[in-house]
Structure formats: structure tokens, C-alpha cells
């Protein structure tokens, strides 16, 4: 089973539109990531968050992490078409050395 | 946010010939480097961990005599695909971790390999 849950698996949105993806682990992470990854492409990196309760933005992107570094919530407010693509979470490990990814997210904004 | 560059970004060759791909990064030095593969609509898979001037850590599963990694340098790692199969073709991508702090990983634009 995966380590992460991401979900969901796809959305479909209507521009404007607010939306959350949430990701899941069953360990309490060192750090959590947020990337963004266009189909074919390499990984953009969003955010990383570490210290339970922390929150960060990135223009509209707003991610938080728990106060029990297990879960994540990546929040997008008023969507856009440049907003669609697949969202991956990357969990670090206790040593803080690998990174494992959840199944990612697609995000599709219709205009 | 850091640079890090792959060549080719495609590639196409026959089965059992090896393929290498180049992984650098660019404005900053990486200890570490991490190969992936990623399926069709699927994630990232971890293949391996290298660190400059040692040996690649393997994920299980994954055959190292199959994949060589070599991290030469503290700008530079190479993945070689050899005696390539149909199977093995798939998006491969690295990524790096610097060596100036924090712990985030920047990734390249991927190669997309076709082994026919």
C-alpha cells in the first residue's frame, strides 16, 4: 500500500473555483513537500513544510501541515487553468534523506 | 529556485543497446542526488540515492547492475540504462539536494526513454 494517500485522485474544477487536495501519511513525517508536475515534465517545487501547525502560501497556494505531522492540506484559492497539472506530496523520512511521493493528484480547470 | 538540468531529454534506442543520462546541477553543488522513474499517470518511483565520490544506494527492487549510477562530481550524476529493454522504457528523473542547507530537493525536466 502507499505510504502517502493522496486525495483525491483527479478534480475537475471550474475556474474560480476554491479546491483542496489533502495527503496522508501513517507516520509522522521529518518534512513534507508539495510539487507541482505538468504531464511529461520535471517537478516544480511549491513548498516544504516541517514543524507541526505550519503553514505556508505560494501566491495562491496555501499548504499547511498538521500539528501531528501526519497530514497535509494543499488549498487553492480562485482557480486558474495555469493551476492544472498533478500535485505530488513527498513525505521525508525520520534521517531526513529520502524523499517517497503519494500517487499525486490531477487537477484539471475548466475556463 | 536552484536549476537542474538532464540530457537527453529524449531518447529512443534499440533493445540491448545502454543509454546514459546526465544529470547536473547548474547554480548550486549537490552531495546528493536521487534517480526516479515515474509510469503513465503514475509517481514518482525512487530508484536510487548517490552521493558524491560513493557508491549508489539501490531501493529494493531495483537492479544495480542494470541501472549504474556514477555521482562524479558534486555537480554531476549519470544514470546508465544498460542492455535496455522495452520494458525499461518509462520517464526517468533526478533531482538534487544541496550542499549550502535546507531540504529541498530540486528536480530536472525528466528523459523520456523508448527502447524499442
Known amino acids: 500500500s502507499q505510504e502517502l494517500e493522496q486525495s483525491p485522485q483527479s478534480l475537475i474544477v471550474q475556474e474560480g473555483k476554491n479546491l483542496t487536495i489533502n495527503c496522508t501519511s501513517s507516520?509522522?513525517?521529518?518534512?513534507l513537500y508539495w510539487y507541482k508536475q505538468k504531464y511529461g515534465e520535471g517537478l516544480i517545487f511549491l513548498m516544504m513544510l516541517q514543524k507541526g501547525g505550519e503553514e505556508k502560501s505560494h501566491e495562491k497556494i496555501t499548504a499547511k501541515l498538521d500539528e501531528k505531522k501526519q497530514q497535509s492540506s494543499l488549498h487553492i484559492t480562485a482557480s486558474q487553468p495555469s493551476h492544472a497539472g498533478i500535485y505530488l506530496c513527498?513525505?521525508?523520512?525520520?534521517?531526513?534523506?529520502?524523499?517517497?511521493f503519494g500517487a499525486g493528484t490531477r487537477l484539471f480547470v475548466k475556463a | 529556485g536552484a536549476v537542474v538540468s538532464q540530457h537527453p531529454s529524449r531518447v529512443i534506442c534499440k533493445s540491448g543497446t545502454s543509454v546514459k543520462i546526465e544529470c547536473r546541477s547548474l547554480d548550486f553543488q549537490a552531495t546528493t542526488m536521487f534517480w526516479y522513474r515515474q509510469f503513465p499517470k503514475q509517481s514518482l518511483m525512487l530508484m536510487a540515492t548517490?552521493?558524491?565520490?560513493?557508491?549508489?544506494?539501490?531501493e529494493q527492487g531495483v537492479e544495480k547492475d542494470k541501472f549504474l549510477i556514477n555521482h562524479a562530481s558534486l555537480t554531476l550524476s549519470t544514470l546508465t540504462v544498460t542492455s535496455a529493454h522495452p520494458e525499461d522504457s518509462s520517464f526517468y528523473i533526478c533531482?538534487?539536494?544541496?550542499?549550502?542547507?535546507?531540504?529541498?530537493?530540486?528536480f530536472g525536466p525528466g528523459t523520456r526513454l523508448l527502447v524499442l
Open positions: 533531482s538534487a539536494r544541496g550542499t549550502s542547507g535546507g531540504e529541498t530537493q530540486y
Open positions: 548517490s552521493n558524491e565520490g560513493s557508491k549508489a544506494t539501490y
Open positions: 513527498g513525505a521525508v523520512r525520520a534521517g531526513g534523506f529520502k524523499t517517497i
Open positions: 507516520k509522522t513525517l521529518y518534512g
